[in-house]
Every structure is written in structure tokens, then in C-alpha cells.
Nanobody, 121 residues
Framework: QVQLVESGGGLVQPGGSLRLSCAAS????????MGWYRQAPGKERELVAV???????NYADSVKGRFTIAKDNAENTVYLQMNSLKPEDTAVYYC???????????????WGQGTQVTVSS
């Protein structure tokens, strides 16, 4: 199995910054993607950002230009740098990992426990 440990969440004022980290461990044989999702109260979980094994990135329109996703292959860690935070960014942020075997992307994926990000004055 794979474990994802998240850190870096907290309370920040509008316009502030946070850096989330997610370290993966366990039975990691080939990472296809690592990414971040978030879920705000009363809303569906949504993709925030994802980075592939080839370092291609994708962002939700709502965070483009403000958030940056990066990874450290040696440490199996993914980061989310969050700048210019807005109250609407308030949510629980979840780390996600998808593995592959050869050209096949495995259907089963892994999730972290979530870390709370609150943007408020």
C-alpha cells in the first residue's frame, strides 16, 4: 500500500501564502501523476493542480497564475505553492497519487487525509 502524508495547511489572511507538502511512501513502483484536490463546505471535490511523471502540469482556471505545483522525484514528494490566497480558496486540500505499469494507468489511486486551508481576515 501507499501512504500520503500532508502538511502545511493553516489559517492565513487574504493575499497571503501557504506551501503544502505531500510525501508518499510505501509500495511505490511507478508514479504516473501526483496532484492536489480540494473540497469546500457544501461543494464537490475539485481538481486544483496535477503534475505528471514527465513534469507536465495542469491547473484549475480559478488558481492559474496564483498556485504552482512542483515535485521532488527523489523524495516522492509533491508541493503546492499557494500565493495571493482568496477566501474562496478555503477548503480541505487532499493529495492524490496515481501509479502506472508500463503504458497502463492503474485505476486505483491513493489519497491523503486532507489538510485544512482557511483564508480569512
Amino acid at each position: 500500500q501507499v501512504q500520503l502524508v500532508e502538511s502545511g495547511g493553516g489559517l492565513v489572511q487574504p493575499g497571503g501564502s501557504l506551501r503544502l507538502s505531500c510525501a508518499a511512501s510505501g509500495n511505490i513502483f511507478s508514479i504516473n501523476t501526483m496532484g492536489w484536490y480540494r473540497q469546500a463546505p457544501g461543494k464537490e471535490r475539485e481538481l486544483v493542480a496535477v503534475v505528471s511523471s514527465g513534469s507536465r502540469t495542469n491547473y484549475a482556471d480559478s488558481v492559474k497564475g496564483r498556485f504552482t505545483i512542483a515535485k521532488d522525484n527523489a523524495e516522492n514528494t509533491v508541493y503546492l505553492q499557494m500565493n495571493s490566497l482568496k477566501p474562496e480558496d478555503t477548503a480541505v486540500y487532499y493529495c492524490n497519487l496515481v501509479q502506472s505499469r508500463g503504458s497502463m494507468v492503474l485505476k486505483y489511486n491513493y489519497w491523503g487525509q486532507g489538510t485544512q486551508v482557511t483564508v480569512s481576515s
